[in-house]
């Protein structure tokens, strides 16, 4: 188990779960709360954590239907539920975020039967605000046999190629498969001189809305309006400032990723990787997140532990994405004390455009990072037993 001291109040953790909470009685001496049913302190969130409702907000405001049916058949490892809550629990980000449930996919063209065999592929921007990382667009590729999605953020809409790029290097490394199709509308972002001719040599056949039919149009379309629905599901029920709308939209696509949809036996992830993903590390979105800078990369009479907020989660290196307002970036970390009884936003972090003070979006927690920062609460891990 491990501990920490934030002020007048102690944490102590239990495999990164938070399972006991106390407060400062004298100098040196703490009460710790042993939650009883009806208290509401942070020792009862231990056992609130599994719950449908924490588990709806957690994936990104999915359905509970099929949050419900991944646990019954086993779909992801790390999902636990109770039985006996009612699924209609109100969500309060879902009333803006989601005003309707869509419905179950229909595909009416034939489906692929391998990985890779046809990428459905859609651009979406300007959006209002500028990200974090300077974007204001955003391109979404979905592969049709496994559901896999993948979200690149751009600057300007001419990147497309490279992102598409790259997707065929992945997917031929880590499944052994080449893209065959790639399916997209008839923007300029798409045809154009440099991708008709990088297609042409890699003999990949590109499908525009003049060759198929508009009622297969949707697939790309309905990618991107489930992830835009649950990135605002999840900022209007934490009062995210709207230049993270692309910390939102990743996490989603992260979290869609791990989700089987409609009446699918299996998750995206498991289709890509054959085995179940894990989802037992997924917090809550703008849940209050400290970093704890290790005893290597901190210079003496450094703090230990720097706050923030929850925003994402890293495909490759594992590690949590965690906004601090104190140097207004986004940090990567995978050592982390995740407080989801305080999930939202503070006020004072506006909807000013994001870039007006910053330029990048991701920096190393362990390096220039806590020469920048104020600290207004003393802060130290202990382990114990
Ligand atoms: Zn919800």
Known sequence: MEGSFVGN?????????????????????????????????????????DSLLIWHQRLGHADSRNIRRMFTMNLVEGLKLGTTESDNRIS??????????????????PKADHIAERIHSNVCGPMSYTSLGGASYFVIFKDEFSGWIVINFMKMKS???????????????????????IRT????????????????EMGIRHETSVIYTPEQNGTSERTNRTIMESAKSMMFSSNAPLWLWAEAAGYSTYIRNRIASGQKKLTPFEVLHNRKPNVSHIKTFGSKTFVHI??????????????????GYCESTKGYRVYIPDIKKVIISRDVIIDESVVGFNASLTNKSATDSFVSSVMDPFTELVNYIHYSSLMHRVTIL
């Open 92 to 109: 309060p980000g879902c009333a803006k975020g989601k005003m309707h449930r869509l419905p179950f996919q229909i595909s009416t063209s």
């Open 185 to 200: 509308d008839n923007g300029t972002e798409y045809v154009n001189v440099a991708l008709s001719k990088w297609t042409t």
């Open 159 to 181: 990147e497309v190629l490279i992102h598409l790029q790259s997707l065929f290097a992945f997917l031929k490394n880590q499944t052994g498969y080449t893209i065959q199709t």
């Open 9 to 49: 109040k102690c944490f102590f953790y239990h495999k990164g779960q938070l399972v006991l909470t106390g407060e400062r009685a004298a100098k040196t001496m703490y009460y710790l709360k042993i939650g009883s049913k009806d208290s509401k302190d942070f020792a009862n969130s231990a056992q609130r954590i």
């Open 294 to 311: 290790s005893d290597v990369k901190r210079k003496k009479l450094e703090p230990k532990c720097i706050e923030g907020y929850l925003v």
